[in-house]
């Protein structure tokens, strides 16, 4: 568990990258984020090849842990979709970010380490790529375990570090110049921790990182083109009380 002092610096970095994001979408710098469905057609893609397709056809309750202003939950079919994201209060009060939201997801204010749901209420829970800007990743996990149905299914990205760039990016972190990233995951740190939630591992998919490597090592930014020799890969983690196939 990091400090709450180093947490709220988290947020503040979080909130300042969505201020800037959505100053860009309104004067039509940037695409309006399309790479939230993006995220969940590879998501749809992942549980369908591990036989869960019913918890992406429209009929499962979903719930996203660290959503952001949208959400991969809001591209989603679902009966019932819930966001939750600490930082709901900045985003709602966004006229730019919520155009973007579909009516029928429900957004709600809260933390990973203490969702404002009832227990086993859901089917399905998505955590992609925020697991690094939590407080305490125990906590979240716990909770997660909480709120999913018996049977129900945990899926979790999180971009990876190399045993090298684990250390490097540690040290980054505490000195606040990656200010948004409190935690940093290997892929077998990754592993651990989702295996010994009460769900169990079922399922770890590894993607390679060359393409995005390549990009921020062509980049003009400083911090991109460090980031690229950090980064080992992006693991899904994929638990629940339902056995699935381990895909190679």
């Known amino acids: 568990m990091v400090t709450l002092a180093r947490w709220r610096a988290a947020q503040r970095y979080e909130r300042g990258y969505w201020e800037r994001h959505a100053a860009k979408i309104a004067a039509g710098a940037v695409s309006q984020l399309d790479w939230y469905q993006w995220r969940a057609d590879h998501l749809a893609e992942r549980l369908t090849l591990l036989g869960k397709g019913h918890?992406?056809?429209?009929?499962?309750?979903?719930?996203?842990?660290?959503?952001?202003p949208v959400g991969v939950v809001a591209r989603l079919p679902g009966r019932h979709r819930v966001a939750v994201d600490p930082l709901e209060p900045f985003y709602r009060e966004d006229p730019v970010?919520?155009?973007?939201?579909?009516?029928?997801?429900?957004?709600?204010?809260?933390?990973?380490?203490?969702?404002?749901?009832?227990?086993?209420?859901?089917?399905?829970?998505?955590?992609?790529?925020?697991?690094?800007?939590?407080?305490?990743?125990?906590?979240?996990?716990?909770?997660?375990?909480?709120?999913?149905?018996?049977g129900g299914t945990l899926y979790l990205t999180?971009?990876?570090?190399?045993?090298?760039?684990?250390?490097?990016?540690?040290?980054?972190?505490?000195?606040?110049?990656?200010?948004?990233?409190?935690?940093?995951?290997?892929?077998?740190?990754?592993?651990?921790?989702?295996?010994?939630?009460?769900?169990?591992?079922?399922?770890?998919d590894v993607e390679s990182a060359t393409q995005a490597r390549r990009a921020d090592l062509e980049s003009h930014d400083v911090k991109s083109r460090v980031n690229s020799l950090l980064v080992a890969e992006r693991t899904e983690a994929h638990a629940g009380s339902q056995r699935a196939a381990v895909r190679q």
């Open 55 to 68: 918890l992406v056809s429209g009929g499962a309750d979903v719930m996203e842990i660290g959503s952001g």
């Open 97 to 150: 970010l919520t155009a973007l939201r579909p009516p029928d997801v429900q957004y709600l204010e809260g933390m990973g380490e203490q969702i404002p749901c009832e227990s086993s209420s859901f089917d399905l829970a998505i955590v992609d790529n925020c697991i690094d800007h939590v407080r305490d990743v125990t906590g979240v996990m716990r909770e997660i375990a909480r709120v999913l149905r018996p």
């Open 158 to 204: 999180v971009n990876c570090r190399t045993t090298w760039g684990f250390l490097v990016h540690r040290a980054l972190s505490r000195l606040r110049i990656d200010a948004g990233h409190p935690h940093t995951f290997t892929p077998a740190r990754l592993t651990t921790l989702v295996a010994g939630t009460p769900l169990g591992l079922r399922a770890v």
